[in-house]
């Protein structure tokens, strides 16, 4: 394993490569999310240049004035579109809030009956790049997260299109998160306390500041460092279940930096692929086993993102 406290996989092989580059990354894709649950990936095929561009865009918005960016807090969307302030999310073992503060685009589909079940985007004035940008991210973003669960289905001989049609105009969301210079002694709380994610997979661009640590097998915190111009992609809670615990999702954090760099902002953009809500998350036959017997009653995603999200205090 490398410095950077992952595996690596390069992204490029599987889409571009020989047959045999194509099993060589399949297998090690699987045998990161069996093992560690994260890996990162290099070569995905996402623009730096649109990544930059919501960087700075990002930035833009999170430096407004807290009651103007609150003009985009929308009452009632438990934090699904638009701006959700400083203190509102918190782990779902813990009642301290996180130190963050964030804005969250969603899926735009043409489909009557599906435009229905996810409410619009809210563009903001003062930076009218600002959604846009992200709009243009989060497809590429689903472009690079079709591909690697495409291979999770063929490891799991599922066949390859077994994720294409639940996850075509999923729930996803894209989120921009600012967590601000730290001004005081925190009340136990940390940047982002641990938890697992509740999606199917994160793509998470590097962040601007570091912080990202995973718990692993033996029990100890690890950091996790990419390369500049790497993806983090971790297992969530959903693909956890529908293999019965075959494929981690693992507990992680972003802590607080020491305390002469608290003056030190940090922006993170994680992309959190979910599927629509009506995919059955019943745990695969395939992974069920006299040695790993079932693990969790059947639910959809729908139903399993709801009660996530009573969980963490964006739904009441």
């Known amino acids: 394993m490398k410095e950077k406290g992952i595996p690596t996989v ?9 047959e045999a580059d194509r099993a060589t990354f399949v297998h090690d894709l699987a045998k990161a999310f069996h093992e560690v649950g994260f890996v990162a990936v290099a070569n995905h095929g996402v623009p730096k240049s649109l990544v930059d561009g919501f960087y700075t865009a ?27 302030s400083f203190g509102k999310e918190h ?19 043409t489909d009557a009956a599906l435009s229905a079940k996810y409410p619009p985007n809210v563009p903001v004035t003062e930076v009218p790049e600002f959604v846009p940008l992200g709009k243009d991210l989060y497809r590429a973003f689903e472009q690079a997260g ?57 793509l998470l661009v590097g962040a601007s500041a570091g912080g990202l640590e995973l718990l692993n097998s ?11 111009d790497e ?39 994680p ?4 599927p629509k809500g009506e995919m059955d998350l019943t745990c695969l036959d395939s992974c069920v086993t006299a040695d790993n017997p079932l693990h969790y009653e059947p639910i959809t995603a729908g139903e399993y993102l709801d009660e996530r999200l009573r969980e963490i205090g964006l739904k009441k």
């Open 58 to 84: 990002s930035k833009a918005f999170f430096a407004l004035p807290v009651e103007t960016k609150k003009h985009y807090e929308v009452a009632g969307m438990a934090g699904q579109r638009g701006y959700t």
């Open 10 to 18: 390069d992204l490029s092989l599987y889409i571009n490569g020989t």
């Open 146 to 202: 079709n591909h690697l669960l495409e291979a999770i289905a063929v490891h799991l001989n599922l066949g390859k299109d077994y994720f294409r049609e639940k996850i075509a105009d999923g729930n996803s969301i894209l989120r921009s998160i600012h967590y601000p210079p730290i001004t005081q002694e925190p009340a136990s709380a940390i940047r982002a306390e641990q938890h697992e994610d509740i999606n199917l997979i994160t």
């Open 271 to 274: 992309f959190f692929l979910h």
């Open 218 to 228: 033996e029990g100890n915190w690890m950091p996790i460092m990419p390369e500049a």
């Open 231 to 269: 993806f983090v992609i971790n297992v969530g809670d959903m693909l956890q279940r529908l293999t019965n615990n075959y494929l981690k999702s693992t507990t992680h954090r972003v802590v607080n930096p020491p305390r002469e760099d608290w003056h030190l902002p940090r922006l993170s953009i």
């Open 91 to 109: 782990a779902k073992q813990s009642t301290v809030a996180d130190l963050k503060e964030f804005y969250q685009i969603g899926q735009e589909v």
